[in-house]
């Protein structure tokens, strides 16, 4: 950690002989206060005093969601207001960006290759053509219960007909 200056090192001295806590864990805690009495102080203080608060507030939240719809497509050949950059419209598309937190682990379906029935893991079993989440659980669950003894047998899994098995059968192993 930094050198701190003098008195803030005092201060946090004796508030770890009051207190057993780190430097670290005093630094985390004053920021937190300081933020939330900032906060409150914000909260009560009109942010211009010559203009209406809620006009204000409202722009805000207009400006907010502004932005967040600009965020979620990009375009290529036309400018915010919606006038085309002939330059650049002849190659205009609407780009759908990714989400920075999938809600689902995305996992590369598999081209090559085995899975072993009775050893896989669920991201292994998932590798499968038409098998998800919750179709790779309910065939762990039911190796549990009974081992595969032949690769025919994962059609005893519900949800897993013989369309979807001839689909995996060339992945398939015991």
């Known amino acids: 950690m930094q050198r701190l200056p003098k008195g803030i090192a005092r201060l946090m001295s004796k508030i770890q002989t009051v207190i057993p806590v ?7 805690a004053m920021v937190l206060c300081i933020g939330a009495i900032a906060g409150l102080v914000l909260k009560h203080i009109p942010p211009f005093p010559t203009q209406n608060t809620e ?17 979620i497509t990009r375009f290529t050949g036309v400018t915010p207001e919606g ?5 650049l419209a002849r190659a205009d598309t609407i780009i759908r960006r990714r989400p920075i937190f999938p809600s689902r682990p995305t ?13 896989a893991s669920m991201q292994e079993l ?35 007909g013989k369309k979807k098995f001839e689909a995996m059968r060339p992945f398939l192993d015991l």
Do not use: H, W, Y
């Not at 409202?58 to 600009?70: G, T």
């Not at 006038?83 to 330059?87: G, I, L």
């Not at 098998?131 to 065939?139: D, H, P």
């Open 22 to 28: 780190t430097q670290s864990e005093i630094v985390i």
């Open 83 to 87: 006038t085309a950059v002939q330059e």
């Open 55 to 71: 006009e204000f507030r409202s722009e805000l939240v207009r400006l907010a969601d502004s932005l967040a719809s600009a965020e």
């Open 107 to 119: 996992v590369q379906k598999i081209t090559s290759g085995k899975i072993r029935l009775n050893t």
């Open 126 to 160: 998932m590798r499968l053509p038409g098998v998800g989440e919750a179709t790779a659980q309910k065939i762990i669950e039911a190796r549990q219960q009974r081992p595969f003894s032949t690769i025919e047998d994962i059609m005893r899994v519900r949800g897993i």
